[in-house]
């Protein structure tokens, strides 16, 4: 098993799954009584999408894997020139880094946030949300906008070349093909694009992510 990340999940269950759809509709109630508790607005979860072009080869990772990008983000926000490929024996997730985005900086929206389930949406705020009523599935809000925002961040780390704020066709094109292993920092590129990909149709499309 690993992390399933989606993006237009409600349109996509109405059609295919009445009850999954209804429990997604639970979960967005949550979703709008913490950006409510936060003077934002409400998020109006789109019923009907187009075909949406993914043009990442992963919709889904390892778990493991998100830690790898998590650990190039914190280095990207914090000391890009110390930033160096994960050692082999290494645990990406015990980076001090990593510790220092969780427990001094915490505005880190692709890093504190749930690394299994949860939600973004398209609404830009400045800070991770924490549902104080434990109801909302993660426990954490993010934001769509600031999430791509630290992947656009991130990218010079990872030799992802960008041209007016998204990654180029020739780079998505060679990130799909890579083999694993065939790039120091393959692991990273490939969730980075991923995530980049859900990110980019969410504020796109006013859908939110998920995590699941």
Not at 8 to 27: P, Q, V
Not at 87 to 108: N, T
Not at 120 to 141: K, Q, R, T
């Amino acid at each position: 098993m690993g992390l399933s990340v989606s993006v237009g999940s409600l349109a996509f269950l109405l059609n295919h799954d009445e009850e999954g759809a209804a429990g997604t509709r639970e979960d967005l109630v949550h979703v709008n009584r913490v950006l409510q508790a936060n003077d934002l607005p409400a998020h109006v979860e789109p019923e009907e999408l187009p075909e949406l072009s993914h043009r990442a080869d992963l919709g889904g990772f390892p778990y493991g894997w998100l830690h790898y990008l998590r650990r190039a983000v914190a280095y990207a926000r914090q000391a890009p020139r110390e930033f160096r490929p994960v050692a082999e024996g290494e645990d990406p997730s015990q980076d001090d880094r990593i510790d220092r985005e969780l427990s001094v900086l915490m505005d880190s929206h692709l890093i504190c946030h749930s690394d299994c389930e949860g939600y973004y949406v398209p609404i830009d705020f400045p800070d991770p949300l924490y549902d104080d009523e434990d109801a909302l599935v993660g426990g954490i809000l993010g934001s769509s906008q600031r999430a791509q925002a630290e992947l656009i961040q991130t990218a010079p780390l990872l030799g992802i070349d960008l041209t007016d704020g998204g990654p180029t066709k020739t780079i998505i094109d060679t990130i799909r093909d890579e083999e694993y292993g065939a790039h120091p920092l393959g692991i990273e590129r490939k969730v980075w694009l991923s995530l980049y990909e859900k990110f980019r149709l969410s504020v796109e499309h006013g859908t939110a992510v998920v995590f699941g």
